[in-house]
Nanobody, 115 residues
Framework: QVQLVESGGGSVQPGGSLRLSCAAS????????MGWYRQAPGKQRELVAT???????NYGDSVKGRYTISRDNAKNMVYLQMNSLKREDTAIYYC?????????WGQGTQVTVSS
């Protein structure tokens, strides 16, 4: 079973940038779609961005134009470049993989946007 491990979270000031990484223990071709989701305190988990096996991407409305998802198939990695961060982007960010049968989740990485 492939495991997903996130890294790159931390604290940043509004307007700053962070890049999250998701390392898969096996081939990311296992997953039809990979993505990032986030959950803020007291809120439901929400879609941030997804990238399909063919490279097509999808973004949540709140991050369009600021975030970019990418994948490196050779390294079995998925990335989330986050620019122009806002306080409301503060959340735990989770890496996700869907293999057409079930979802796989990482343990999450905290992103805090604060001055």
């Amino acid at each position: 079973q492939v495991q997903l491990v996130e890294s790159g979270g931390g604290s940043v000031q509004p307007g700053g940038s962070l890049r999250l990484s998701c390392a898969a223990s096996g081939s990311i071709f296992t997953f039809y779609v990979m993505g990032w989701y986030r959950q803020a305190p007291g809120k439901q988990r929400e879609l941030v961005a997804t990238i399909s096996r063919d490279g097509s991407t999808n973004y949540g409305d709140s991050v369009k134009g600021r975030y970019t998802i990418s994948r490196d198939n050779a390294k079995n990695m998925v990335y989330l470049q986050m620019n122009s961060l806002k306080r409301e982007d503060t959340a735990i960010y989770y890496c996700n993989g869907w293999d057409l049968a079930k979802n796989f989740w990482g343990q999450g990485t905290q992103v805090t946007v604060s001055s």
